[in-house]
Structure formats: structure tokens, C-alpha cells
């Protein structure tokens, strides 16, 4: 017997519904992704105080995302390596540690694009 398959529009709001207790869940037991968190509260807070572009606006932002979206893609590695094996492992170990260069890669150009927008700004004030 043929089940009856969801509607495209119901069926997009049950992935935005799981996505928002990803990000939920994710809020609420990662401190990483706390610190991000409350690294993104202070660079808008910047950013209008400092009155930034547009332009700088959307690289900040494009920064942000990138850093929180690769932690937290690092998180989910890390639960589903642990899920599959609790010990040590070591193949585990260095998929793990790659999965946390990834994070520091977006944090290092992350950082530098956050230095190119409030460094001349900063200078100017000094």
C-alpha cells in the first residue's frame, strides 16, 4: 500500500521545525558554539557603534555564518564519531582533529576579515 506522501509546503516547514531544534539544542549544550554566539552579539554591537557599510556589514556577516555554520558541522562529526566508537581510536582521533581544522581555517580568515573591517576604524580613532 502506497503511502501518502506529505505536501511540499508542510513538508519544508517540518525541516525548518528540525533545524531550529538543531540550533536549539546546539545553543544549549555547546559552550563553542556559546562563545560564538556572544562573539556575534559584540561585532553587530561594533559594527553599529562603529557604524560600518553595507559592504563591510555583508562580509561580517558572511564571516559569522561561516565560523558558527563549520562549528557546529565540527559538533555533529564529533557526536557521530563518538557514537561510533566511545574509545580512543585513533583513525577517530584524526578525524576529529581535521574536523576541528576546519574550524580553525574559518576562525583564522574569519578573524582576518573582521581585522580588514575594524582595524582602519580602530586606527582612525587612535
Request: hydrophobic share 50%; glycine share 4%.
Amino acid at each position: 500500500m502506497k503511502s501518502k506522501k506529505q505536501p511540499f509546503i508542510s513538508n519544508r516547514i517540518d525541516s525548518l521545525k528540525y533545524a531550529v531544534f538543531g540550533v536549539i539544542h546546539l545553543i544549549k549544550t555547546e559552550k563553542a558554539i556559546q562563545v560564538h554566539c556572544v562573539s556575534i552579539c559584540i561585532l553587530c554591537l561594533f559594527g553599529y557603534h562603529l557604524n560600518i557599510s553595507n559592504t563591510e556589514w555583508m562580509f561580517q556577516f558572511i564571516a559569522m555564518g561561516l565560523v558558527i555554520s563549520i562549528e557546529s558541522l565540527n559538533t555533529a562529526i564529533e557526536k557521530i564519531a563518538n557514537f561510533i566508537q566511545p574509545n580512543f581510536d585513533e583513525k577517530i582521533a584524526i578525524i576529529k582533529d581535521i574536523s576541528a581544522g576546519a574550524v580553525l581555517f574559518a576562525g583564522i580568515f574569519g578573524a582576518l576579515t573582521i581585522a580588514f573591517i575594524y582595524i582602519p576604524k580602530l586606527i582612525y580613532f587612535l
